[in-house]
């Protein structure tokens, strides 16, 4: 008994020793900067997102919404979402201006009252239409939002992966960590484990069915979030993407809330 | 007049356009309101239908908007409308974006009364609360420069305030009677207004200025006590509007300062409403946020149902499927010894489909305040909205 607890110990003092020795929070960034790079220089974005969301017995509803995404140099993305359907939050538009190290500006446009209402970015662990998609979850990914380590090399559906952890730097996070599979040919991401502040495992983000546009940037056409504390699930499902469609910093000013149908 | 030909182009421009490079979307709302206090003679209950039909059609820069509310009632007289609530033409010119036609627009930060909001007339007919307003026959300027957003005004006629009948609900019980006017053209007397609005880190801002005629007006018994007059002031006035976006709590300001000159003289007046937004995210470990208001409306205009009100107010957000929500204000004026309490709680059924059920409470101990007039005239409201 005494042996056994003996070499218990030794194994997973080992095993700590190992994953501390392979586990770099140099590498885990040099990944994170890398996908961030490859990414660089898409411009604009559009597309159309059909949301569905289905509750723990199988029963779904659908929401069907566009995004137009500007991308940033100096500052992180803007990003504009405007809702067609359900009836009453047609014509709903979120604006979001993500900062690296800030907070985020974000601003709601009400239609019925053709009010632009300032928001608190504070609600980032909030869900966003009443899915299991979180503000922070679909606001633009910024390399400076994130602390990194670099966990192991792992195959995943037949793909060799980076598996790097995520940890957020901004305290209102819902998540203490993220866990990351990437792939190591074109740095996409495959799988996202969240944990919440509990560390308690909580979601679970699978992008499927990826494409290339303009020869350069990968965008995935389905990602499918589970909730595993609820049994809750989440898809978007994306379509007609457009790059560089000549959208200036203009379209994402605040006043222009207002002209987006 | 040129607004009104505007007007009429965009609306002949979008029931004509054969190939609708837009879209058209409308909204029935069937509406069925409770009035549990009525006085004798007064109606005990009110049915009204809303259709609303939202329509735009793109040009190569251009845009034609349109907005149609038809409103039944089926005693309420002052409530029946036809309205081109927004009916314009929308054109780039020398930078500014050119606005041309009826047009509904909004001002200000505060939750429980927009001070600065002076663009649009009420249709306060619809006791709908901020989304009941009338189109503004107007041209209008935008332009985004490097200090914020630019906006430009000229109205060119104005719209009366609309009126429930004296025996529908809210009212004085006394008919409303022809309008009159401070301004020697009257109704055709133009408005003038601009603001300008930017924000810098975790501040909004906005100054605004108007010249024109007031949007509420004074109303006066007649001499036989058979009518009230209603009485529209001149009324120049600045605006100031301020929010502060922390992280769970939001600062509200909004003022209005300038003078009115009616018939009972030149005034000076001061209107503001400073308020605190503080929200809990995911209260008691749920997905749900709570919302705490308080806000403090001062408003010297002899318009105004009170000098000082505190107003108090809980928002609860569901976060759920359905969109479940609540907003609850109460309002207490001490000095005059009233108070109104309103709640408002809507959700979805299913994609085509909303509920709302609102109500209004008021309170007041003497007759001759503002809500001791409205005393019997607390309602609870049920609306189905369907969307197609």
């Known amino acids: ?261 | 007049m040129i607004t009104y030909y505007a007007r009429c182009f965009a609306i002949v421009l979008l029931l004509t356009q054969p190939a609708f490079a837009g879209k058209v979307n409308g909204t029935l709302s069937s509406r069925l309101d409770f009035y549990p206090d009525h006085a004798d003679g007064t109606a005990s209950e009110g049915r009204s239908v809303e259709v609303k039909i939202d329509a735009f059609h793109d040009f190569d820069k251009s845009r034609i908007v349109g907005e149609f509310i038809f409103r039944g009632d089926k005693k309420d007289s002052g409530r029946r409308i036809t309205e081109a609530r927004q009916a314009y033409f929308r054109s780039p010119f020398a930078g500014f974006d050119f606005f041309v036609g009826n047009r509904q627009e909004f001002w200000g930060k505060a939750e429980s009364k927009n001070v600065v909001d002076v663009i649009n007339q009420s249709d306060a007919a619809a006791n709908d609360g901020k989304s009941g307003k009338l189109g503004a026959p107007s041209i209008s300027a935008e332009r985004y420069l490097d200090v914020g957003n630019l906006q430009l005004w000229y109205i060119s006629s104005f719209r009366e305030k609309t009126f429930n009948d004296s025996d529908a609900h809210p009212s004085s019980g006394v008919p409303v009677s022809s309008a009159q006017y401070a301004r020697k053209n009257g109704k055709d007397a133009d408005d003038f207004a601009a603001r300008l609005s930017s924000f810098a880190g975790d501040w909004d801002l906005a100054g605004s200025v108007f010249y024109g005629t007031a949007r509420d007006p004074i109303l006066s018994v007649n001499s036989n006590g058979s009518a009230l007059n209603p009485h529209y002031a001149l009324q120049k006035s600045i605006g100031f509007e301020a929010q502060y976006t922390g992280d769970v709590t939001l600062l509200k300001w909004e003022s209005l300062h300038g003078t009115q000159s009616s018939l009972i003289g030149a005034h000076d007046f001061a209107a503001a409403v400073a308020g605190i937004e503080y929200t809990y995210y995911g209260a008691f470990e749920t997905i749900w946020d709570i919302g705490l208001i308080g806000e403090i409306q001062h408003d010297d205009r002899p318009q105004a149902a009170a000098n000082q009100f505190g107003v108090a107010g809980v928002r609860l957000v569901f976060n759920d499927i359905a969109d479940s929500n609540f907003l609850f204000l109460a309002s207490l004026d001490r000095k005059t010894d009233q108070s109104f309490a309103s709640l408002e709680a809507s959700r979805r059924i299913n994609d085509v489909t909303s509920v709302k059920l609102t109500s209004q409470f008021y309170n007041a101990r003497t007759a001759t305040s503002t809500f001791g007039q409205l005393s019997d005239d607390d309602a609870i409201t049920l609306t189905l909205n369907i969307f197609f």
């Open chain 1, 1 to 261: 008994m005494k042996l056994g607890t003996v070499t218990m110990f030794v194994a997973i003092a080992t095993a700590v020793m190992i994953t501390a020795a392979f586990a770099s929070p140099e590498k885990g960034l040099e990944i994170a900067i890398e996908a961030d790079s490859r990414d660089k220089g898409f411009g604009d974005s559009t597309a159309q997102i059909t949301m569905i969301l289905m509750d723990k017995y199988g029963q779904s509803t659908e929401r069907t919404i566009r995004n137009r995404t500007f991308e940033g140099y100096n500052e992180g993305d803007k990003s504009l979402v405007i809702f067609d359907s359900p009836g009453d939050v047609r014509g709903t538009a979120f604006l979001s201006h993500t900062k690296k190290a800030d907070s985020d500006d974000q601003w709601l446009y009400l239609p019925a009252l053709k009010r632009v209402k300032r928001i608190a970015s504070s609600n980032k662990a909030g869900p966003f239409m009443g899915s299991e998609f979180s503000y922070e979850d679909i606001a633009s990914q910024e390399v400076e939002k994130y602390t990194y380590n670099y966990l192991r090399d792992e195959e995943l559906n037949g793909l060799e992966c980076f598996v790097v952890e995520y940890d957020p730097v901004d305290r209102k996070s819902g998540y203490k960590r993220q866990i990351v599979w990437m792939d190591k040919a074109e740095y996409r991401v495959h799988k996202i484990d969240f944990y919440d502040r509990k560390d308690a495992l909580l979601k679970t983000l699978t992008y499927e069915d990826y494409n290339q546009y303009l020869d350069k940037f990968w965008r995935s056409n389905r990602l499918v979030m589970i909730n595993h504390q609820t049994g809750k699930k989440t898809e978007l499902v994306f379509a007609d993407w457009k790059f560089q469609t000549g959208m200036t910093e203009r379209d994402f000013e605040k006043s222009t809330l207002k002209r987006t149908r």
